[in-house]
């Protein structure tokens, strides 16, 4: 049986597409896996001691043939000896595009909540995120892009086209479900790659209750 990510697992289990990938445990079988994905491709560690990838440069991307994946594989391995590692997460390239923080929390007053914001590296910078308690409608999410001050990426301005709203609402509303009927403590997809057509989620974070 192919090896799998719980939180990619949770997520499918849920009906959420997910960006075509696979799980190596050596370099041939990310050779293989990468071939049937068809380059370019990225690279991640699997380990429940790393949380934070980029910190330990234990993340490739935009690797276009064999040579160089292989090359970036033995970057990371060596970048996390003496780390526990279940495998390599070989993961076809994510859209060009908008990057979106689609996130939630349990909080111990209010219950499930979920939150937008913009992602990636934007997230610290400017800390601009909408937050709603769950659960929520497609209804909700449009007020919530319309609190960002970034609103003006999302729904399109001078040139920029307007990324796929609907798609959004729809994946904001099954995160609230998720959250709520996993009964999950902390969820964070960041960042989910948004352009006019759809969506791709780059990484995944999730910690359930003890």
């Known amino acids: 049986m192919p090896a799998r990510i719980p939180e ?12 075509p990938y696979g799980i190596a445990k050596s370099e041939k079988e990310a050779a293989r896996i990468a071939k049937r994905l068809g380059y370019p491709v990225a690279l991640k560690i699997v380990s429940s001691e790393i949380s934070h990838k980029t910190d330990y440069g234990a993340v490739k991307v935009g690797l ?16 996390v000896r003496g780390h526990r590692t ?8 994510a859209r060009k595009g908008l990057e979106i923080l689609i996130g939630g929390k349990k909080d111990p007053q209010f219950g499930h909540m979920v939150v937008l914001g913009l992602g990636g ?5 400017f800390r601009d995120i909408s937050a709603r308690i769950c659960p929520i409608r497609k209804e909700d999410v449009r007020e919530m892009v319309m609190e960002l001050r970034s609103n003006p990426l999302i729904t399109g301005v001078r040139g920029i086209r307007p990324i796929d709203i609907a798609s959004l609402e729809e994946l904001m509303v099954r995160v609230c479900r998720i959250m709520v009927e996993e009964d999950i403590e902390e969820m964070d997809l960041n960042p989910v790659v948004f352009d006019e057509r759809g969506y791709d989620i780059v990484d995944v974070r999730i910690r359930r209750g003890v």
């Open 8 to 19: 990619f697992s949770l997520l499918e289990k849920h009906g959420i597409r997910l960006i």
């Open 64 to 79: 276009k043939n064999e040579e160089r994946m292989l090359a970036a594989y033995d970057d990371i391995m060596e970048s």
């Open 86 to 93: 279940s495998g390599m997460l070989v993961q076809k390239m």
């Open 121 to 125: 590296v934007y997230v610290e910078v």
